[in-house]
Every structure is written in structure tokens, then in C-alpha cells.
């Protein structure tokens, strides 16, 4: 049972442009949504956090939304640049810091 | 300020041995959590700990198991290895048990022969 998808396992955007990553939900129970960016053979890096009660969270060039009512969330990446190309995986935490991933979504930023 | 240190970063294991990893958090950090990050199951929650005390568990058998220290650093290990076993083992840190922001460590890659 798959609480957190990613359903575009790839994406490939213009540097410049904006990337769009989506995320969807099923647990109700979930309180706070993280997206994190990895490189092969490193751990995730920490981009940015949404809480449940919020629908937006800025930082820099990346925006989180949050659509509640349709368990959705989804980030922006604006401008895209080259090094961004990584894989990027949203989490969803409850009880604690338990956090459910979902299954990646691989983007690459062409020059 | 240093980050998240795991150790080792590559380890090869035979069939039935048994695997003892471990994890340094962020200094000030008290809460640390265990993942398995393998090409078909992608990164799954095995445990958290804080203050010495196991507070959630994730889906994976008796074989995995973990402690925490009171100087908040983290050990994992694992029984009587599976080639199934292979895997990134990834270490994240928190400042409590209920922050938003986990931060992870590089990660130890498991090799089971």
C-alpha cells in the first residue's frame, strides 16, 4: 500500500525554465510534507517543509503547494538550473519523525 | 557544525553473518532514524529513536534492530543477513522527536554475498 507517490518517475526541463515535481497522498494523518533532493550514493538532502495547516512555503527558488482537499502537493523549482538534476523524493511525516517516501522522481536540467 | 556521520560508508557480508552500523547525529540532535533505501522498495522507515528509547518501528523483521546511546549516537544491526539485506542504510537527524527537518547522512552501503 503505497501512502505517498510520485507518479512521473522523470522529468527533463530547459535550464532557465521551471520544474514542476507532483506528489500524491493517501494518509490523512500526515502533518508536515518534505522534499529532498539525492545524488547517487549520498543521503537526501533537505530542501523544504510544508505543514499540513498551510497551502504554500517559499524559500529561494523553491515553492511547495499543498491542495489538502485532493491530497496533492507538489514543488517548483524556478529558475531551473543545471545542478539541479538530481533525484528529488517527497516524504510525508507522521507520529513523530516517521517519514513515508515516495518512489523518486529522477529530473535533469538540460543546458 | 558537523553533519550526520555514518559509519562505515561500504561494508560486504556473507550470507548469515550479522552487520552492526553506526550513526552520529547533528551535535544538539537527540532524535535519530533508520532507513533502507534498495532499487524496489526504495527508501522505507525501519526505526526512530530518542532519548534511548525506541519510539517508532517500521515494517522489517526481528532480524533489524537498533539502540540509541545516551550521548544520542545510534547503532543498527542486523541478524543472520539475507542477500535481500543489500542495501543503502541511511541515518537521519532530528533536534526532537516531533521537528520538521530531518537532516541524513551519506549512508552505509551493504553489500551481502
Known amino acids: 500500500d503505497q501512502q505517498v507517490k510520485q507518479n512521473s518517475p522523470s522529468l527533463s526541463v530547459q535550464e532557465g525554465r521551471i520544474s514542476i515535481l507532483n506528489c500524491d497522498y493517501t494518509?490523512?494523518?500526515?502533518?508536515?510534507f518534505l522534499w529532498y533532493k539525492k545524488y547517487p550514493a549520498e543521503g537526501p538532502t533537505f530542501l523544504i517543509s510544508?505543514?499540513?495547516?498551510?497551502d504554500k512555503n517559499e524559500d529561494g527558488r523553491f515553492t511547495v503547494f499543498l491542495n489538502k482537499s485532493a491530497k496533492h502537493l507538489s514543488l517548483h523549482i524556478v529558475p531551473s538550473q543545471p545542478g539541479d538534476s538530481a533525484v528529488y523524493f517527497c516524504a510525508a511525516r507522521t507520529a513523530g519523525n516517521k517519514l513515508t517516501f515516495g518512489g523518486g522522481t529522477r529530473v535533469l536540467v538540460k543546458p | 557544525k558537523a553533519g550526520v556521520t555514518q559509519t562505515p560508508r561500504y561494508l560486504i557480508k556473507t550470507r548469515g553473518q550479522q552487520v552492526t552500523l553506526s550513526c552520529s547525529p547533528i551535535?544538539?540532535?537527540?532524535?535519530v532514524s533508520w532507513y533502507q533505501q534498495t532499487p524496489g522498495q526504495g527508501l522505507q522507515f525501519l526505526f526512530e529513536y530518542f532519548s534511548e528509547t525506541q519510539r517508532n518501528k517500521g515494517n522489517f523483521p526481528g532480524r533489524f534492530s537498533g539502540r540509541q546511546f545516551s550521548n544520542s549516537r545510534s547503532e543498527m544491526n542486523v541478524s543472520t543477513l539475507e542477500l535481500g539485506d543489500s542495501a543503502l542504510y541511511l541515518c537521519?537527524?532530528?533536534?526532537?522527536?516531533?521537528?520538521?527537518?530531518?537532516?541524513f547522512g551519506q549512508g552505509t552501503r551493504l553489500t551481502v554475498v
Open positions: 510544508i505543514s499540513s495547516i498551510k
Open positions: 551535535s544538539g540532535h537527540r532524535s
Open positions: 494518509n490523512s494523518m500526515f502533518d508536515y
Open positions: 537521519a537527524s532530528s533536534l526532537g522527536p516531533s521537528n520538521t527537518e530531518a537532516f
